[in-house]
């Protein structure tokens, strides 16, 4: 699985659209790319995953560059409940383990 | 929800005594996780299991054991708790072991080793 690149931290406010970076050049033609998140005390929550195309669900969107050596994270409207860490993840082919790294810390400013 | 429980959510036990900790789905997957999470650390993945009686090492899996007797049970055990072990310990579930497959995760159960 590739090794993904992420800020340590972001900050937004509360009601705007939130766009977490996640870059990942090694990334192999068959990796999906997995988004985690932690809210406090709490285990990990997943989020979205994609593999070429942009992906939506009620939770975020995904946006995957052309080249899939990056991607962003989406939240459409800020709320201080998104105040968490969030994990962007490689996974390919036969991944037993899904390998966590630090994440960015997403603040919500009210 | 996934249909996830740990069990005990928190435990303080002494040093030297052995220690199991539980991981319950209701969800039939395949594939079931422990990890351990430490301040500056992440996750690290202690072991796996890809079925009943099938279970593999993870990166820091020494000082720990696991079982797995039933589809829905896995079993993380310390044998003789060190003060290392003090950490916050995840499981997660997998329908497949495939990228495409998303992990579901428990609410942690909190290990102090005094």
């Known amino acids: 699985d590739a090794k993904t690149t992420q800020p340590n931290s972001m900050e937004s406010n509360e009601e705007e659209p939130v766009h977490l970076p996640c870059n990942h050049s090694?990334?192999?033609?068959?990796?999906?790319i997995h988004w985690y998140r932690q809210l406090p005390s709490q285990g990990p929550e997943y989020v979205i995953h994609?593999?070429?195309s942009n992906v939506n669900n009620r939770m975020a969107s995904l946006a995957i560059a052309e080249d899939r050596k990056s991607s962003t994270l989406i939240l459409h409207r800020a709320t201080l409940r998104d105040a968490a860490v969030y994990y962007c993840i490689t996974a390919g082919a036969g991944s037993y383990q899904l390998t966590f790294g630090k994440g960015t810390k997403l603040s919500v400013i009210p | 929800d996934a249909g996830i429980t740990q069990s005990p959510r928190h435990k303080v036990t002494e040093t030297g005594t052995p220690v199991t900790l539980r991981c319950h789905q209701t969800?039939?997957?395949?594939?079931m996780y422990w990890y351990r999470q430490d301040p500056g650390h992440g996750l690290r993945l202690i072991h796996y299991?890809?079925?009943?009686?099938?279970?593999d090492k993870g990166e820091v899996s020494d000082g720990y054991s696991v079982s797995r007797s039933k589809t829905e049970d896995f079993l993380l055990t310390l044998e003789s708790a060190t003060s290392s072990q003090t950490s916050v310990y995840f499981c997660?579930?997998?329908?497949?072991?495939?990228?495409?497959?998303?992990?579901?995760f428990g609410q942690g159960t909190r290990l102090t080793v005094v």
């Open positions: 994609g593999l070429t």
């Open positions: 299991s890809y079925g009943v009686k099938d279970t």
């Open positions: 969800e039939n997957h395949r594939y």
């Open positions: 090694t990334i192999s033609g068959t990796d999906y």
């Open positions: 997660a579930i997998r329908s497949l072991d495939r990228g495409g497959t998303e992990a579901f």
